[in-house]
């Protein structure tokens, strides 16, 4: 892969919060130009750092870009054939099925078209086989391909390597949810200073079906879905960024907690690929009383490029038939836009990508 | 009751932030005189109001009082029979039970005795009737009574009105808990800001444990626990007062979700009693989207004196067998203090109290 | 004034969070009857209890009132003849010049027309001869009545006492403003947590005007104002309710610490006039080293219906000619509706309102 | 210097908040070996991995390490001569003279020795000619050079550009200070939840004492402080790192505007020395309306070793003789360790330590 020259890309949303964890992550990425920032009426023609949000200074490769409209032909017009959406779900639907159709590829954090039986919901440490939903003759159209809801990814991460030894009847995960997961604004201050608000808006629906979805089992063109019932309460904490989980699964089989364990320290499915982005191990599994923490753990993930992909487990309790566990990941990396660039990294890797732009 | 005198008392413990509790709901309270205010032999001499941790300013009863040595044989000269133990768990058993033996009477937020078979742990709406564990004749020896740990008591006041309807198999409780339950300086401000900290030592063997006893059923002498299976989780949010739990109760049955909540906005048993701090009614069902909420739900609670000591039960959704809801109350009212201070009035009203000091 | 009648009033944006704490505030008032709740079109027809935001529960008597328009002619038609508003600033201006010209007094707390010379800008303990302004004979008109912003009230309450006997060269004040100062929404709680952020539009020039004009001496039908230089420094930090204010006077005379501290406990002004809302007494100095706090002296005042507008003053230091002392009120009662409530008294105590509706 | 040997250091108070600083930026230095960490009796044989508090994760250099006691006579035995060192104020005294009698040279964060008039107070970019007041002969002792006080370093390197055209009658500068600076567990989470504390023990006094001292003029063997009123006002808010303030300089003079902007951008007087952790430039000015914030700039400082080491001003207001405005800087890091290790590298590429251990 090394050899071959970075693909143009553009970012579709880039003022906002994922928009820019996108900006952040692929301004300097070995496989991906540094991106167009699309903007909305509202946000074209302003510069990228006059808008930043993050706590982490704006990259130097994106700082002074302006925003600019991001047209299907346009982008043809210079060559990108890869868009990165950050749209706010609900308007990304139809906007992204346009890029589609036009022969541009999209990788999206948007929830439209995750449970569209032909688009891949995809973590590919998980269900990279999904990944074949889309068909290998797509006659001049793009690719479409969606990473889950934020709460989700830790959670299917989690379950991925023990749920053939737990054969799950029922998972149970309660969620401490961050801030930045509503975006900015997002969550007024007045609302959750000294607070807990416990309900986001469809979440515990996203969470269940996502969840089941993600961990079944590709039959050709379609999933089965993990016959697992899956039971979520989601929370808003006070919390800047990475969503903690409380997660009790009820087994159906009794490996011993040593297997368990064994399992989410083996796990390392994308081993051979050599994704520029994947963290190494993908699960880490801590041994101490009081982790995983969102101020410690968030940014967990190595090499330098994965910080913030890997999911972090810790306080597992095995009285069987449940299992009881934390996890931790961050919401706007993990399970948000470096989600989508770890899709588009398997996908050009196994060869679903042009090799060059244009 | 109202023509009776008012019994002396003492707070042990006075000084940390559940015996500030006690000294706020005792300093005028129409059953009890402003209490006595025991301190350990660095608190003693202290003057109340420079050691005050609350946010609501010190009663005025009690403000200027100093933290004195309360022996069981000094309060037996100053003619106090009732002692409400603040007590931090570890070292209160053997205090309080040397209370016991020299006839004075002791309400303990402690847990050291909590689990003995002829102590009751009560919580008046949820089994009254444990009281009479205790016995009547008990050869000069005090009362013991115990109120729940701070996280247990808002859980089994919602589900008591419920658990006849479903009869549970299984009982999941994730907990949202907060800063005061870890007392006074408990959490370091370094450890919780930005964070969450999913670990409470011993809080989940607690709750599980004392849930089960309380809405267990006295047979004679003893108590034959619920056979449900509890699963917590327990986590530190940075709220400062009011634990919020996230719970999913398994049925074995499945009534219609009117009649589910009917039997929380029926709940009142305690209503002929007119124990002076007994919220009326104890649960509050909320229709909101998004409550209950610590900020706004913690002080739930009427008449005025009753104040914090109700429970906030919403966000209910039954998908049979699985029932979901959260409940909130108040740690250091309903879950600490006030709990103590409503079995002392239930002992008064069912004649286990003297009607007079001394 | 006990024996007259209340008079009828109306609330002005009474949807947003200071429009709320005027309804807390007039709910049960001795002067006033419970107000009729002026909404936007945004807000008309929905009920106040589903749009609160204040963490204390709603006030029983308008809980369950529904936003209405309230545009003079209809309020004259309702014999209503006093409004408070809580309208934003920039847009209140023409509105509430409407309302006095159908002769509605209007007791504003925004900023339009707080330097307007013909416009009281009243704290009724600092200047309330400044009520004068307004003349007698107004021709049919209402009265209009400013309170000052949020961070000047604080502020001038602890000057007026000492300004006499330290005649100040300049007055340096930084503030510690509370989230609830910037309304609901308000301030995205990305932008907050874990942060201070050292800007807050417009508020420095406002309070550096606002307490030069406010200590200022009337001469005949204008103020001139305190020749003192006055230099602030705003920003807010994650608290919920209560500016805390850093003060350094440097005083062109020396008097004693002692009567310094003699000023500020001996100011009662108010003390023959029998408030309802008047705080006595309004300046309170606390003694110890490290107060006063926005979570314990937010609420500082009495008797109860005062609860919230006495200002606190403490850490008190004298090092000729500097005078350093930190205060603080709450921003949203003492510096917001509670301060137009007050000022509304006080015009009333001294016949510049009707003394009965219509 | 790169060809110069690393020197072997050590740590004193390893397990403490600034230790921890110091370990992280010791563990991959160029100039010194990764530290030996030295521990109290409670701490030692621990591993520094297991006491880690910092929200970034331990370097792995040091993280296995355990805590050990380090003697002077260990010390010299294992050929260290030179240790940085975490103690507490009060007790870190009679230690580090000790240290220096027996020839190890000490950089001290601790207060007890700043104000000692033979002992540099030392900030490189600032008043790097007081470190000659040590002189050159030493008899066999240590060096012991000091860094002030978190709240003062950022504001002597905002000052010591601005002072020369200033030529200040009064600085008057209010702190919004960070729960880091004062350690672990330092600050219970219930004293500042929703909270200001306007008290910091001893803080108001150090920030003026050594500003003067800092900002003063060298003559021979002694510091002329700078005859400028200091005037503090100290408060601690809810965040983690960094200090910010709030300054007002009365000054004598009337530069332009330009010129005081010019004098803070061109100031870099450490440019020819290239000391590993010297920030470049040392003081950035920002021209947004609403910086410097902690959660943005606290890490400011460029090459990535300096990360943290910059003071970042903004909000620059100029109205004669008053300019006001904020700095921010990083107190564990420019205010803490990371300004006894530019100490220490401003000493040894003067020629102050030995070029090698032992």
């Not at 043809?76 to 159709?101: D, I, K, M």
């Not at 330098?304 to 487990?313: F, I, P, S």
């Not at 566990?325 to 060869?351: D, P, T």
């Amino acid at each position: 892969m090394s050899d071959e020259p970075r693909l143009p890309c553009a970012i579709l949303g880039a003022s906002g919060y994922i928009g820019q964890h996108f900006a952040r992550l692929l301004s300097d990425h070995p496989w991906f130009e540094p991106p167009l920032l699309g903007g909305s009426a509202r946000s074209v023609g302003r510069r990228l750092g006059d808008l930043w949000q993050l706590a982490e200074p704006p990259p130097v490769e994106v700082e002074n870009e302006r925003l600019r409209a991001t047209s299907p032909s346009r982008l043809a017009r210079q060559g990108v054939r890869v868009v990165f959406s950050a749209l706010p779900s609900g308007t990304a639907g139809p906007v992204e099925a346009e890029y589609v159709r036009r022969g541009i590829s999209v990788f999206s954090n948007a929830a439209d078209h995750r449970m569209d039986p032909s688009v891949p919901l995809l973590v590919p440490e998980v269900n990279a086989d999904h990944l074949d939903l889309v068909g290998r003759r797509r006659g001049g159209r793009g690719l479409l391909v969606t990473n889950p809801n934020c709460s989700t990814t830790g959670l299917v991460l989690a379950l991925a390597p023990i749920v053939p030894l737990l054969r799950p009847r029922a998972v149970h995960a309660s969620t401490y949810q961050s801030l930045s997961g509503a975006g900015y604004p997002g969550v007024p201050s007045l609302a959750i200073a000294d607070n807990v608000v416990p309900f986001i808006r469809e979440e515990e629906e996203k969470m269940e079906r996502e969840s089941a979805r993600i961990l079944g089992t590709r039959r050709g063109a379609r999933v089965v879905p993990l016959p697992t019932a899956f039971l979520a309460h989601c929370a808003r904490v006070a919390t800047r960024e990475g969503h903690l989980e409380a997660v009790t699964v009820e087994a159906t089989r009794r490996p011993t907690l040593a297997s368990v364990e064994g399992a989410w320290t083996a796990f390392d499915p994308l081993a051979t690929l050599d994704l520029p982005t994947a963290p190494r191990p993908p699960v880490l599994l801590r041994p101490e009383s009081d982790r995983p923490q969102p101020l410690r753990d968030r940014w967990a993930g190595s090499p330098a490029r994965a910080r913030g992909m890997a999911a972090v487990v810790g306080r597992v309790r095995w009285t069987p038939p449940y299992l009881r566990f934390f996890v931790l990941s961050h919401n706007a990396v993990r399970g948000g836009a470096g989600g989508s660039v770890l899709n588009a990294e398997l996908a050009r890797a196994r060869g679903f990508l042009p090799t060059r732009g244009g």
